[in-house]
């Protein structure tokens, strides 16, 4: 199989199976017709974080021994599960609780795995350019399966059918996945074919004595931001009298079309300073939504903001992650990586449906932009690090 066929086909498949996290957005829409409330939706997700942390650190032993691209296949055919139990179930009991726990081991391994694979098929240089795109294709599915949903609803379908048809497209994934196995092996540089991807306690203490700490401290700060404003987007909305999928329309819009135009972009000099600024637009964002009520303007200068912020830093950071990782340890490194995100993504809307529940859905709002403005300020007292590094260099061309 050529190259450009084989990361054409692994995108797609990662296009495919990222709609399962965007229809998560749609659990308080799923879950209020038989009477739960977002606390309910909120103890689901931390049920899956708890999964998904468990899978990511079971993830380099489970890919040892079974390989990197057929456990994502099997990741996927978990997730296809995880969406058909979710459409099937008709009230709080085991088939939610499967479904819960199928859906963050699913996610957690597809998510690990992908960015690993990557790095194995790219040189150091590419990272940030490859990534951008893995981003871009997972960005343009959890974007677009709410928009999906909306327009099934509109058509006389429900939300459960929604879950019904993704699950098809995971499975899909899967077997694009299983297609991929022989050409990724060929393809793969040497070393990395070699390269053993099992997580233990003492490469975990390594990465959090390494620069890599930061990035991944951040990660789950961002996740947390991202996930307070879009799990429960439809729960804004409803507030507003404004139509949830206009939001995550625009978002997906801006995401991917700046990750594309910037996809040759590695961060520039200071990558961390990248970060920062664009943090920063995350936290206006936030603030501007907090404000903005009813108007529909504001709520599409929201979703443009948000998804500059948000989406324009993450690939950067991700690419900051391996970039900052002993060489040896960077499988473990993006796995840490993807194990704080998830602590951030499916573990903060547990309190955060307890926040909506019990103060209203402004408290929440403003914790995620006082979230926002830390992470933006981890990253710019970094980039001051770095400035100061890449003087003294200047200065002294023996410390370079």
């Known amino acids: 199989m050529p190259r450009l066929t084989m990361f054409t086909l692994f995108y797609l498949a990662s296009f495919l199976q990222a709609g ?10 799923l879950f209020g017709q038989f009477g739960a409330n977002e606390k309910t939706v909120g103890l689901m997700l931390f049920i899956t974080a708890i999964s998904t942390l468990i899978t990511v650190s079971c993830a380099g032993h489970l890919s040892d021994l079974f390989g990197r691209v057929r456990t994502l296949g099997g990741a996927c055919l978990f ?12 009230g709080v009991g085991v088939l939610l609780i499967f479904a819960s726990i199928a859906l963050g081991a699913g996610w957690g391994l597809t998510y690990a795995l992908s960015p690993i694979v990557l790095t194995g098929l790219v040189a150091v240089e590419e990272r940030v350019r490859y990534f951008a795109i893995l ?3 997972i960005m343009a599915g959890f974007g677009l399966s709410p928009v999906m949903a909306s327009m099934m609803e509109t058509a006389g379908l429900t939300v459960n059918d929604a879950f019904f048809a993704t699950a098809c497209f995971s499975a899909l994934a899967a077997l694009l996945f299983f297609a991929l196995t022989g050409p990724v092996r060929r393809h793969s ?10 997580l233990t306690l003492n490469r975990i203490a390594a990465i959090l004595r390494s620069p890599a700490r930061l990035p991944v401290v951040m990660v789950c700060i961002g996740a947390c931001v991202f996930a307070g404003m879009n799990n429960f987007q439809t729960v804004f909305a409803g507030e507003r009298g404004l139509d949830y999928a206009v939001y995550f329309l625009a978002y997906t819009i801006t995401v991917v079309v700046f990750r594309v135009v910037l996809a040759r972009f590695k ?32 709520y599409l200068a929201t979703a443009f ?14 690419a900051m992650a391996a970039n900052d990782a002993e060489p040896e340890l960077v499988p473990q490194t993006l796995q ?3 194990l704080t995100y998830f602590i951030g993504i499916f573990g903060f809307p547990l309190a955060a449906g307890w926040l909506i529940v019990e103060m209203g859905s402004a408290a929440l709002l403003v914790l995620v932009a006082v979230l926002a403005g830390v992470e933006a300020t981890m990253a710019l007292v970094r980039s001051v690090s770095v400035r100061a590094d890449m003087a003294a260099k200047a200065a002294d061309p023996r410390k370079a």
């Open 20 to 29: 399962a996290y965007g229809l998560t957005f749609l659990l308080p829409r």
């Open 79 to 90: 997730i296809a599960a995880a969406l058909a139990a979710y459409g099937l179930a008709d």
């Open 135 to 137: 981003s871009v294709t």
């Open 189 to 198: 540089h040497a070393s990395a074919a070699g390269t053993r991807s099992s």
């Open 267 to 298: 961060g520039g000099r200071n990558p961390y300073l990248t970060i920062a600024v664009l943090q920063y637009v995350m936290c206006a964002a936030v603030l501007l939504f907090l404000s903005s009520g009813g108007s529909l303007s504001a």
């Open 305 to 318: 903001l948000f998804g500059i912020g948000y989406g324009v830093s993450y690939p950067v950071l991700a």
């Open 336 to 338: 840490v990586f993807a």
